[in-house]
């Protein structure tokens, strides 16, 4: 999902997720969404892991 970005009243970095309809689904901090995002393996990552072990 896209997520955008705004700054909360104490000027803290903040992810919003909207629907379809535009209302927020989802708010999370950027450390929250960053420390998720990192800990996750990306398509990419995950294709060329397995094109690797297929090699071997």
Excluded: N, P, W
Aim: no cysteine; aromatic share 6%.
């Amino acid at each position: 999902m896209k997520r955008t970005t705004h700054r909360s009243v104490k000027g803290t970095k903040l992810y919003a997720v909207r629907d379809a309809k535009g209302r927020f689904v989802d708010i999370q901090t950027y450390k929250r969404a960053h420390a998720a995002d990192i800990k996750r393996k990306s398509k990419a990552e995950t294709a060329a892991k397995a094109k690797k072990t297929k090699k071997k």
